[in-house]
């Protein structure tokens, strides 16, 4: 049957643009087929596309449904069959087939060498992963579909930066989905990419599709997912949206033989946000920095801009630039590198200046199952996590609940595996979260929601105001009333809405920490919070306790400072000295 299907397709689409054919690897005997475009021309493309376990070329060919991009964009493609169905993902068997396939296509249809790109589909695409790390310098760009390495993915230092584009259906009940983001964590940091993706939902009007772009990096390389919302196992072709194109459509920016130049902002961080209460915001200067090289030229030109606006021009490194008084609002950053040979490329970083005016969300980055969020970080007594990263499966993390009934949809868990004081915390706008949080003296209210996650039940949270430099200026303890059960699948309701006041009488840099309880295993996880400015603080003097003997004081409109204490307010209120 298979011989009979194989012999109506070739019939279906003409001897000349398909074939099956041969070639002797090893000493073995191993078969592919072929499709080439009608007036195919000299020095085109090669795409290479390998099966599934148990699944053949004949099949892996119908799935792809890439005979009309071929057709457009004049490139072979060569479907091979793997030894019993299957593929050498540990050793090198099916690379030097690989090897062999590209020096008979090269022969036979004289391709371009520096533009051979490698796929596959499940097994085929942790072959395709396995192939980064064998032959990167014979694959221009890489595009596994919903599969990876199993056993976890390395990147080989010696290895160059890798183009990527892994295809993957969040409902994929053989390769999991949950597996993506490890597989290309790995490649996203040897690629020197930056670990925040450009996100795009609704791809190209599909509702379930979200692109996610890492890059660029090194070498103007990029890493994409195409995450496909519901997908199972299989390769996608609806709403319009076709896999073979999206890959063809990503690869073919890439070769071996690099043209253009790269350039990449190395500081500020994208994403970096200035966020201040109650007055103006004074952002301090800071240094714009960039890299650019020319594989095979020379850098002319690094010029920086903000939005439209040029700011600097330069000729020779270093490339760095200082940006003075940004204000309210958001500012687009951007480096633009021309070569000796006018071709340009380009990076861009964003920095927001906020100065809220009513309830700001600190929560509003809780979005992506496994992440630690913008603003924050997290600590449980073993590990920092700071600033935004992803692709966790333990600690310290964002959840995405799923329970028929639910409080809130995200939330931010942290626990304190050692018990120690304080070893477990999470906290918005700490250092290295490229968020920076400036409180100017007034009343605040702090709204929020938090539970605990597992064990202990119950156990008590305290959620404390701190300058950027440790020294507390308010703190409260309550105990949650909601213990979701250690599943984001459980329903749980009646987390009690925390409503608090505390008074800031000096501007500076301030974190937010909610802190568990300092017993082994304690946790939380903040679903919901909110801070505001509720007015000003005025007629207060300040006092230092060191001048005050021992006793209690009834110190209107004062404001006592206890060294090395923190501060102790007082409007009409006792203040006791020791």
Same mark, same amino acid.
């Given at each position: 049957?298979?011989?009979?299907?194989?012999?109506?397709?070739?019939?279906?689409?003409?001897? /000349?643009?398909?074939?099956?054919?041969?070639?002797?690897?090893?000493?073995?005997?191993? #078969?592919?087929?072929?499709?080439? &475009?009608?007036?195919?021309? !000299?020095?085109?493309?090669?795409?290479?596309?390998?099966?599934?376990?148990?699944?053949?070329?004949?099949?892996?060919?119908?799935?792809? /449904?890439?005979?009309?991009?071929?057709?457009?964009?004049?490139?072979?493609?060569?479907?091979?069959?793997?030894?019993?169905?299957?593929?050498?993902?540990?050793?090198?068997?099916?690379?030097?087939?690989?090897?062999?396939?590209?020096?008979?296509?090269?022969?036979?249809?004289?391709?371009?060498?520096?533009?051979?790109?490698?796929?596959?589909?499940?097994?085929?695409?942790?072959?395709?992963?396995?192939?980064?790390?064998?032959?990167?310098?014979?694959?221009?760009?890489?595009?596994?579909?919903?599969?990876?390495?199993?056993?976890?993915?390395?990147?080989?230092?010696?290895?160059?930066?890798?183009?990527?584009?892994?295809?993957?259906?969040?409902?994929?009940?053989?390769?999991?989905?949950?597996?993506?983001?490890?597989?290309?964590?790995?490649?996203?940091?040897?690629?020197?990419?930056?670990?925040?993706?450009?996100?795009?939902?609704?791809?190209?009007?599909? &509702?379930?599709?979200?692109?996610?772009?890492?890059?660029?990096?090194?070498?103007?390389?990029?890493?994409?997912?195409?995450?496909?919302?519901?997908?199972?196992?299989?390769?996608?072709?609806?709403?319009?949206?076709?896999?073979? !194109?999206?890959?063809?459509? $990503?690869?073919?920016?890439?070769?071996?033989?690099?043209?253009?130049?790269?350039?990449?902002?190395?500081?500020?961080?994208?994403?970096?946000?200035?966020?201040?209460?109650?007055?103006?915001?004074?952002?301090?200067?800071?240094?714009?920095?960039?890299?650019?090289?020319?594989?095979?030229?020379?850098?002319?030109?690094?010029?920086?801009?903000?939005?439209?606006?040029?700011?600097?021009? $330069?000729?020779?490194? &270093?490339?760095? $630039?200082?940006?003075?008084?940004?204000?309210?609002?958001?500012?687009?950053?951007?480096?633009?590198?021309?070569?000796?040979?006018?071709?340009?490329?380009?990076?861009?970083?964003?920095?927001?200046?906020?100065?809220?005016?009513? #309830?700001?969300?600190?929560?509003?980055?809780?979005?992506?199952?496994?992440?630690?969020?913008?603003?924050?970080?997290?600590?449980?007594?073993?590990?920092?996590?700071?600033?935004?990263?992803?692709?966790?499966?333990?600690?310290?993390?964002?959840?995405?609940?799923?329970?028929?009934?639910?409080?809130?949809?995200?939330?931010?868990?942290?626990? #304190?595996?050692?018990?120690?004081?304080?070893?477990?915390?999470?906290?918005?706008?700490?250092?290295?979260?490229?968020?920076?949080?400036?409180?100017?003296?007034?009343?605040?209210?702090?709204?929020?929601?938090?539970?605990?996650?597992?064990?202990?039940?119950?156990?008590?949270?305290?959620?404390?105001?701190?300058?950027?430099?440790?020294?507390?200026?308010?703190? !409260?303890? $309550?105990?949650?009333?909601?213990?979701?059960?250690?599943?984001?699948?459980?329903?749980?309701?009646?987390?009690?809405?925390?409503?608090?006041?505390?008074?800031?009488?000096?501007?500076?840099?301030?974190?937010?920490?909610?802190?568990?309880?300092?017993?082994?295993?304690?946790?939380?996880?903040?679903?919901?919070?909110?801070?505001?400015?509720?007015?000003?603080?005025?007629?207060?003097?300040?006092?230092?306790?060191?001048?005050?003997?021992?006793?209690?004081?009834?110190?209107?409109?004062?404001?006592?400072?206890?060294?090395?204490?923190?501060?102790?307010?007082?409007?009409?209120?006792?203040?006791?000295?020791?």
């Amino acid at each position: 049957m298979k011989h009979l299907y194989l012999f109506l397709l070739l019939l279906a689409t003409g001897w /000349q643009q398909l074939s099956a054919e041969t070639i002797t690897v090893n000493g073995t005997v191993r #078969n592919y087929i072929v499709y080439v &475009p009608a007036n195919l021309g !000299e020095n085109r493309p090669l795409l290479i596309s390998c099966h599934g376990m148990n699944q053949d070329a004949a099949y892996q060919k119908g799935m792809l /449904q890439i005979e009309s991009v071929a057709d457009t964009a004049k490139f072979v493609t060569v479907f091979p069959n793997g030894i019993d169905k299957g593929w050498d993902i540990g050793g090198d068997r099916d690379i030097n087939y690989v090897k062999a396939l590209i020096d008979a296509m090269v022969s036979k249809y004289k391709i371009d060498r520096n533009r051979v790109y490698l796929s596959g589909f499940s097994m085929g695409g942790m072959f395709t992963y396995h192939a980064m790390n064998r032959i990167p310098d014979l694959i221009a760009a890489f595009a596994p579909i919903s599969g990876y390495p199993m056993g976890g993915t390395t990147a080989n230092a010696n290895v160059r930066p890798i183009p990527i584009i892994h295809t993957h259906g969040t409902s994929d009940d053989v390769v999991s989905f949950g597996g993506v983001q490890g597989a290309l964590n790995a490649w996203i940091k040897h690629n020197g990419c930056p670990t925040k993706a450009t996100v795009v939902k609704n791809y190209r009007g599909t &509702p379930n599709i979200t692109r996610h772009t890492w890059g660029p990096g090194n070498n103007g390389v990029e890493v994409v997912l195409m995450e496909l919302e519901g997908k199972g196992h299989w390769i996608s072709n609806d709403f319009g949206v076709k896999t073979g !194109e999206e890959i063809w459509n $990503f690869c073919k920016r890439f070769s071996l033989e690099l043209k253009d130049p790269t350039v990449r902002i190395t500081a500020p961080q994208d994403g970096q946000r200035y966020i201040t209460f109650g007055g103006a915001s004074e952002v301090p200067d800071f240094t714009l920095r960039a890299t650019a090289s020319d594989p095979d030229g020379q850098v002319a030109s690094v010029d920086f801009y903000e939005g439209e606006q040029l700011l600097a021009s $330069f000729d020779k490194e &270093p490339y760095t $630039f200082v940006v003075q008084g940004l204000t309210k609002g958001e500012h687009t950053l951007k480096a633009v590198v021309t070569d000796d040979e006018g071709r340009t490329a380009s990076s861009q970083v964003t920095v927001s200046v906020l100065e809220p005016t009513s #309830n700001f969300l600190l929560h509003n980055t809780f979005n992506t199952e496994g992440c630690m969020p913008d603003g924050w970080s997290a600590y449980d007594g073993n590990e920092l996590r700071s600033g935004y990263s992803s692709g966790y499966s333990s600690g310290p993390r964002v959840f995405h609940f799923t329970g028929s009934t639910h409080d809130f949809e995200w939330g931010l868990y942290t626990r #304190n595996v050692t018990g120690a004081e304080h070893a477990g915390y999470a906290r918005f706008a700490d250092k290295g979260t490229q968020t920076i949080m400036t409180l100017y003296p007034g009343n605040y209210q702090l709204m929020c929601r938090v539970t605990n996650w597992n064990l202990p039940d119950f156990s008590p949270v305290t959620v404390a105001v701190e300058t950027i430099g440790g020294k507390q200026v308010w703190a !409260e303890t $309550f105990t949650p009333t909601v213990n979701i059960g250690n599943s984001a699948s459980n329903a749980f309701s009646g987390v009690r809405l925390g409503i608090y006041s505390f008074d800031v009488y000096e501007k500076n840099r301030y974190v937010l920490t909610f802190y568990t309880a300092d017993a082994p295993w304690a946790d939380l996880l903040v679903g919901q919070a909110a801070l505001r400015r509720m007015g000003d603080v005025s007629g207060i003097q300040a006092v230092e306790a060191s001048s005050l003997a021992p006793g209690c004081y009834n110190l209107q409109g004062q404001q006592v400072h206890q060294p090395g204490k923190g501060i102790y307010l007082h409007k009409g209120k006792k203040v006791i000295v020791k």
